[in-house]
């Protein structure tokens, strides 16, 4: 319990935890509607998406680069799944592998184009982004399709406890999705010698390259993976929204990343971690959510969202400082 | 795959226990043997046809200046680089024409290079024991790894937190760290690229007694240095190298000082304290009774036009704080300055400067310039205010004889001050960065450690300018920990000691042990 203590005690995930509560109890006594079991649920599956991006993106942090071009990945891998489906080919499974495979080979496309050419990975992915919408809005006119087909938008639920009323408790598409996308990313970050690989990478590019870890298959591998769940979070997303639009979701790349960063992850490269990334996430999630349950104006609440992530960059950048002061002061 | 899995099952298992069984086997034979080895770059011959040849349990030095081929060579071993077709290297016996980075590893070579190769994100023990992430995708066993890495840390007697973060660790302790990771991997050839550059003696000290130990167990040690002292303490043999050519493999115990320099320079540097008089000279600088809480006492000090100034003493002796406030950077809390014999107040370097004084810090030399750009725009950016026209603009004819005169009066050897400040030697750098401070038209001249991390014949260089400004009229402080380097190259000495002066001397006048005694006894 104290070992466990210690290496909690001043992490971003115990800060963002503990101020998490704090909203989350202020909010539990002021509105009547938000700590019940249907609101949490609801938060919940409507921040899937957005968590299941978060977790991708976490992993190309911490490898240190970074991706802007997922939510175009997205939107291209829902558009060209849901297309298909909607001429009849596509079951479940057949929708499923082919978002993620073409997700996986946007993603690719970054990967070998950040490592051949050596670019800075936000600005080729800021390329990509670009080249991405622009191909999906040339081949589509930017038409949207509300048709979906019935099987899909019934979408996909796994009771798991019925009460006494008769009430069914179930897990959807969205939950499980996330479920599923944290905890393999979690698994592979901190338990294989990939993702520890990863996180040597980030931390010092020139000497994993020293020691012999494959850096070029790595960033493969990252990249690969941010599109591939870019294409599963792109039908999470679809399905609870139940239409597909080519610019639904501009600009959300930059939401997810300043929930990651949030959780604790560094632009630098080598730090961050699944629960601090959920917790980035949630911590959003419930001040939007606690906001619009009392009423306050979307404008206001995009200002407090504003303010919240600055403080909270402006607080780890503050602790990033000292153990760095307290080396240097012991080198002297 | 297959290979490097193969690999990780030999790196990983680690720590040899019985040590000395390879030594015993193998003492007489050199047990890595590198053979007409060559290297080109392009242009460049960075080595040619260069032989080295290390038993187990031999501690060998390499020496050489910046840009002798020391790093090729060093690259070479690690498999990081491919020699030219011709040489060969024979390891255990057995000959490679080359090595890549994991073969190398395999066969026990360790290189600790001078940026130690660390993951600062990561922990003491996973750093310790990286090699475990090698090969096939499988779960971290972190029980194994910290296994690894206790060992490590054991058998060189070293004990740190195996979950501390490497970034919050000292200097001296990531080189213990970088140290434990090559014992991890069974290094039986360990290369340390200058690991004493940025650690204090006693930390010095405490790597040299490692090196001995690890020598004991029969591990050969390749000891990159530039600094003399350390070589001659450590080394059995010592390799020089100069412009990519062996000078020859010695007995540590037949190398002089005096020698390896010559070996590495190609010139004997001789000298000897300066005889100068300069009680004619007009007084520039002078504080008189200066103090600062906490930093300084009660300082008195006189700089006239063409002398030279020493100030020497420990480190936190309040050297630097003076300088400091001599730049207007501090203000004392008491005593007072004079410039020209008039009392002046400075209360930002700005006032400083506008008084015509320039200070140099630590590094400045090494590290204050733009080296893709110019010489010239180099030697021109601290004065290009006053180089505009009245459009604003950097007028043309201005700019050109303020940097021939940077040029000309700093003897900076290149044909075409267009000519990118990369393509001039280490030396006449430096000279750029002194044209860049002469163009301000200073007349004290204060500079911090102005030798620090240069190599000896670099060092020359800039003495030799640092003279040559003082014979034009310069009042010149130079501060320095090194006895030889306040002996040799000033006119007065003053030894600073808990803040006060605690000695004066005449340089012409003074030994060397007498200096040595004073700013330690």
Known sequence: ?332 | MNVAAAEATRLSPAIDAGGGGVAAATAAAPWFELHAISKRYGGVQALSSVDIALRSGEVHCLCGQNGSGKSTLIKIMAGVEQPDTGGRIVIGGKVYPHLTPTASMRLGVQVIYQDLSLFPNLGVAENIAIGQHLGRWHTVDRAAMLRTATAAMRSIGVALDPQALVSTLSIAQRQLVAICRAMASDARLLVMDEPTASLTRHEVDALLALTHQLKDRGVAIIFVSHRLDEVMEVAERVTVLRDGVSQGCFDATEMTDQRLTTLMTGQAFHYTPRRLDHGAAPMVLEARGLSRAGEYEDIDLQVRAGEILGITGLLGSGRTELALSLFGMTQPDGGEIRVDGQVVALRSNRDAIGHGIAYLAEDRLSHGLIVAQSIGSNIIVSVLDELLNGFGLVAERSRESAVRRGVDDLHIKTDNPDNAVSTLSGGNQQRVVLAKWLATRPRVLILDSPTVGVDVAAKDGIYEVIRTLAAQGLAVIMISDEIPEVLFHSDRILVMARGRISHSFDASRVSADELQEAVHG
């Open chain 1, 1 to 332: 319990m104290a070992e466990t203590w210690r290496r909690w005690r001043g992490t971003q995930e115990l800060r963002l935890m503990t101020v998490l509560l704090a909203i989350g109890a202020v909010l539990w006594v002021a509105t009547p509607g938000f700590g019940s079991a249907q609101n949490l649920m609801d938060m919940l599956t409507s921040s899937a998406f957005t968590a299941i991006l978060a977790t991708g993106l976490l992993m190309v942090l911490v490898a240190g680069g970074v991706d802007i071009s997922f939510a175009a990945t997205a939107s291209i891998t829902q558009y060209v799944a849901l297309s298909l489906a909607n001429q009849g080919h596509l079951g479940w499974v057949g929708l499923l592998l082919v978002a993620v495979v073409l997700g996986a080979l946007l993603g690719l496309v970054n990967a070998l184009l950040v490592t051949t050419l050596g670019l800075s990975s936000i600005i080729v992915t800021i390329a990509t982004q670009s080249l991405y919408y622009g191909l999906l809005m040339a081949a589509t006119n930017g038409q949207d399709i509300f048709a979906l087909p019935a099987w899909f938008n019934d979408g996909l639920h796994w009771v798991f406890h019925v009460d006494a009323h008769g009430g069914e408790h179930a897990l959807n598409l969205q939950i499980v999705a996330l479920a599923l996308v944290c905890g393999f990313t979690g698994w592979l970050l901190t338990r294989t010698s990939i993702g520890r690989q990863i996180f040597a990478m980030g931390g010092n590019p020139e000497a994993a390259r020293r020691v012999g870890f494959p850096v070029f298959r790595l960033n493969l591998l990252v990249y690969g993976f941010m599109g591939a769940v870019a294409g599963l979070a792109s039908l999470v997303h679809a399905q609870l929204v139940q239409s597909v639009s080519p610019s639904a979701l501009v600009g959300r790349e930059l939401d997810v990343l300043a929930a990651v960063v949030l959780g604790g992850a560094s632009l630098n490269g080598g730090i961050g971690s699944v629960p601090g990334t959920l917790l980035g996430v949630a911590l959003l999630a419930v001040l939007q959510n606690g906001l619009t349950l009392l009423g306050v104006s979307s404008y206001w609440s995009q200002l407090c969202t504003g303010g919240v992530i600055l403080a909270a960059v402006v607080m780890m950048a503050h602790q990033g400082r000292r153990p760095m002061a307290r080396s240097k002061a012991e080198a002297a």
